[in-house]
């Protein structure tokens, strides 16, 4: 029994959410919620290894968490009528009334992405309770210290608490007002899943694909909003190379190598529909319908060679005048250095450098080291891979640039 806290970590990162959402939809709050679950995930270490994992992993995580509620209410001195109502409906399990968003999780996300929280709070609460990510996996993934994470986290908390946020779904008049924080986290939980920032798994496709199915909700409640549809159709062209981009031992298999017979076609003609919709709609391309317009060049190029690079380099000229960052930049120059040649890449990626930007993540190194190895600068390129491996939290990238740069110093 000795995989025991293995296997509770793959139950959290599985059912997490919906315990939480469960909890949430019980209680009315999302921050007790977690707590309780946080309290379950616990009693499971203690009582798992010595009476087998149940059946139903996540339904008993549920349930415990219920009664710990129920004995936290009972035990106040004064328990007032809404306690008591409460704790009857926990033991009665009585269904709520039907509300427009019908599905837990996405309701956690509507309400993670309250107008009362900021930006950097609805990101980070709703991807630690949503996506299950530890504080320093989205502290990685927002390049900042874990203890400034924690404290985004914990005054999300509080301010729920202080504002008496409801678990509940929010007025259709009120759906657009929470619908950018609500496809950022959407597409970061996504985006988690695609690549992990951190563990042994290149990727996540369980998280990934419930982003995706969260995405086509938010779609359908949402049917006029461009940048919904865009989301969408971004993440299916990204799903569609998902049976491709690792090999049988689950190492990564890059784009320029992936064997394309194996995308998924169908996925990538439902890409193709959703940007038709959103482009429909004729209000011009956002940020998630330009990503998707690049994804669409390279799901539709029969490979890495006859990609029209020279597209993909407009494209990402063009977003990052509307949504700029150091990733724009950095993905812009990988695009450049197939379109007109390393060197001009590599004067983007230097003045990146020069800023300090992307400080302390692999990404930035990893596509100095490709970029100087392309020009025959092999030492350079070297080092600069190794700096990257030493940053990448997930041991299978990590091996993937350890052993590039291997190959750089002995031929």
Known sequence: MNDIPARVD??????????????????????????????????????????????????????????RAIDHWRRRERLDDRYRAMASALEETVEDAWEPIDDDVLRLVFTACHPALSREGQVALTLRIVAGLSTGEIARMYFVPVATMQQRIVRAKKTIQAARIPFAAPEPAEWKERLAGVLSVVYLVFTEGYAATSGREWMRADLANEALRLGRMVAALLPREPEAHALVALMEFQAARFPARTRPDGSPVLLTEQDRTRWDRSQIQRGRAALAQADALGRGRGPYALQAAIAEVHALAPSAERTDWDRIVLLYEA??????????????????????????ALLIADELAARGALSGSHLLPSVRGELLAQLGRTEEAAAELTTAARLAGNERERQVLLDKADRLRHG
Not at 15 to 37: I, N, Q, S
Not at 319 to 344: C, E, H, Q
């Open 319 to 344: 977003l990052g005048r509307i949504a700029p960052s150091p990733v724009v930049d950095l993905n812009r120059a990988a695009a450049v250095s197939m379109a007109t040649g390393p060197a001009n």
């Open 10 to 67: 793959a139950v959290w990162r599985i059912d997490g959410a919906r315990v939480v959402a469960t909890l949430a939809k019980a209680t009315g709050d999302v921050g007790l919620a977690e707590d309780l679950a946080q309290e379950a995930l616990v009693e499971a270490l203690k009582q798992w290894p010595r009476d087998g994992v149940p059946a139903n992993p996540g339904g008993w995580l549920t349930a415990v968490a219920k009664r």
